[in-house]
C-alpha cells in the first residue's frame, strides 16, 4: 500500500531539513510519500508579534515554496503545499501547488483577513479547489471556516490541539463541517478513536508534522486502532490523495 504521510515540513534557509532527511524517515517508516510544507521560520519570524514584512522575507518565502516546487516536479509521491502570508500572491498558485498551508499561532504575527488581497487570494483557492491546512486561533478558525462556507477542504492539523482543543472544537460544531477534516499528527489515540467513531473514516487523514512527530513513530498509532483495512487505507493514503486531486 503506498502510504503517504500528509504533514511534513521541509526546507534549507532557516532549518536544516532537506528532502534526503525526508525521505530517510520516509523509508524507515515504509512510507511512500508525502505532502511538504515549508517551515514556519522560512515564511515569517514567528517570535515577532509585531513583525514588519519587508523584502528579504519576501524572497525568503519565494525561494521555500519554490524549493518544494522544485521537488514534486521531479517526484511524482511528493505533494508541495503554498505556504501563503500577508502579501496574498494569488499568481503563484497556478503554479501547480496541490494545497495551501495557513498558519499561525496565538503569540504570532497576524494575517490580515480585512485586506482586499486576502478575498482575492482565496477566491482564487476556491476556483482551484485546493485544500487548505489551517492552524489558527480558535476563533480565528471558526471565522475562517465560517468564511470558506464549504467552498474548499479545510484540514485541521493534530486533531485541533493547536487550533483550540479537540473537545472545544467539537463542542463548538466545527467538524460537524462536511468539508472539515482533521490530521492525526501529535493526537491521541482516544482523540483519533472518538473522531472516527462519530465521524468515520473518510475525514481522517495520517500525517506526523515532522520533525516535531517522528513518521515511524506517528504511523504505529495508527496501526494500533486496529482498523479493518478499507479504513485504513482512507485515513493513510484515499483521504489525502483525494483532497488534492490525485486519486
Known amino acids: 500500500m503506498k502510504i503517504i504521510d500528509s504533514h511534513m515540513h521541509c526546507g534549507i534557509q532557516n532549518s536544516e531539513l532537506p528532502i534526503e532527511l525526508i525521505r530517510a524517515y520516509l523509508d524507515r ?13 522560512d515564511i515569517y519570524d514567528r517570535y515577532d508579534a509585531h513583525f514588519e514584512d519587508n523584502a528579504r522575507w519576501v524572497a525568503c518565502r519565494q525561494m521555500a515554496n519554490d524549493y518544494l516546487l ?39 504575527p497576524v494575517y490580515h483577513y480585512d485586506d482586499p488581497a486576502c478575498e482575492a487570494f482565496l477566491e ?45 472544537l ?35 487523514l495520517f500525517g506526523s508534522d515532522f520533525p516535531f512527530g517522528i513518521p515511524t513513530s506517528e504511523l504505529s498509532k495508527v496501526r494500533s486502532l486496529g482498523l479493518k483495512d478499507e479504513d485504513f487505507e482512507n485515513v493513510v493514503r484515499r483521504n489525502v490523495l483525494r483532497l488534492i486531486g490525485q486519486e
Open 29 to 41: 517508516a515504509g512510507i511512500k510519500g508525502a505532502c511538504l510544507y515549508p517551515p514556519v521560520e
Open 70 to 108: 522544485a521537488i514534486q516536479q521531479r517526484d511524482p509521491d511528493i505533494h508541495a503545499y503554498y505556504f501563503v502570508w500577508n502579501d496574498f500572491r494569488k499568481g503563484e498558485l497556478k503554479r501547480g501547488y496541490r494545497g495551501i498551508k495557513w498558519h499561525r499561532h496565538d503569540y504570532e
Open 124 to 168: 482564487e483557492v476556491f476556483r482551484l479547489q485546493l485544500p487548505v491546512v489551517l492552524e489558527e486561533s480558535f476563533q480565528n478558525t471558526r471565522y475562517f471556516i465560517g468564511r470558506v462556507a464549504g467552498r474548499v477542504p479545510v484540514i485541521i492539523p493534530h486533531l485541533g490541539g493547536l487550533n483550540g482543543g479537540f473537545d472545544a
Open 170 to 204: 467539537l463542542e463548538a460544531g466545527v467538524w460537524d463541517g462536511e468539508t472539515v477534516y482533521a490530521d492525526t499528527a501529535l493526537a491521541s489515540t482516544r482523540e483519533m478513536e472518538r473522531f472516527l467513531k462519530r465521524y468515520g473514516s473518510r475525514k481522517l
